[in-house]
T-cell receptor, first 113, second 110 residues
Framework: NAGVMQNPRHLVRRRGQEARLRCSPM?????VYWYRQLPEEGLKFMVY????????ESGMPKERFSAEFPKEGPSILRIQQVVRGDSAAYFC???????????FGPGTRLTVL | KNEVEQSPQNLTAQEGEFITINCSYS?????LHWLQQHPGGGIVSLFM???GKKKHGRLIATINIQEKHSSLHITASHPRDSAVYIC????????????FGTGTLLAVQP
């Protein structure tokens, strides 16, 4: 049973470009969470999704960031017009149901030049 | 003030020592995670617990719901245990999000 998959593992973008980060949850998991870890800082919640629904996006910046978890395919975290401050590690986690243990992916390290 | 506090922030131990990392949280939670992260690496879930105690190999996690406090213990520490250990509170309900402590950087010297 494969774990949580994220790709790409490393992503380099120039300022103003778009970044798309993908997360495939563990088999059988329908709850996905995105977390961000800024350099030298702790992890922070961004968004919680269940298939086709955004449940809680209270940690998402109001502009340029969006997330989706379609019926088919991976969850996508999309950052438009990236800025240097978006450089961070973005981790995805999944769980089988609400309140169940969350399992983390390896993360995507985004560098904005 | 962070909702989840960890101590110590940094910890250096000699191989074989018994290690304790503490975590306290300010409001009621549904469960608490202990996570391990190696520098530049991914995050591994060590435990999720909502009461009592769990043990896995040389790792033991305890939680006291009334005191809003949890501890992670490592017995017979080894250099390969060197990593950042993070506690994260699960607030459950509709939000189901984790609130993370700042992490404890552990270095176990041979």
């Amino acid at each position: 049973n494969a774990g949580v998959m994220q790709n790409p593992r490393h992503l380099v973008r120039r300022r103003g470009q778009e970044a798309r980060l993908r997360c495939s949850p563990m088999k059988g998991h329908s709850h996905v969470y995105w977390y961000r870890q800024l350099p030298e800082e702790g992890l922070k919640f961004m968004v919680y999704l269940q298939k086709e629904n955004i449940i809680d996006e209270s940690g998402m910046p109001k502009e340029r960031f969006s997330a989706e978890f379609p019926k088919e395919g991976p969850s996508i975290l999309r950052i438009q017009q990236v800025v240097r401050g978006d450089s961070a590690a973005y981790f995805c986690a999944s769980s089988a149901s609400q309140d169940n243990e969350q399992f983390f992916g390896p993360g995507t390290r985004l560098t904005v030049l | 003030k962070n909702e989840v506090e960890q101590s110590p922030q940094n910890l250096t131990a000699q191989e074989g020592e018994f290690i304790t990392i503490n975590c306290s949280y300010s409001v009621g939670i549904s469960a608490l995670h202990w996570l391990q992260q190696h520098p530049g690496g991914g995050i591994v879930s060590l435990f999720m617990l909502s009461s009592g105690k769990k043990k896995h190999g040389r790792l033991i996690a305890t939680i006291n719901i009334q005191e809003k406090h949890s501890s992670l213990h490592i017995t017979a520490s080894h250099p390969r245990d060197s990593a950042v250990y993070i506690c994260a509170a699960l607030y459950g309900g509709a939000t189901n999000k984790l609130i993370f402590g700042t992490g404890t950087l552990l270095a176990v010297q041979p």
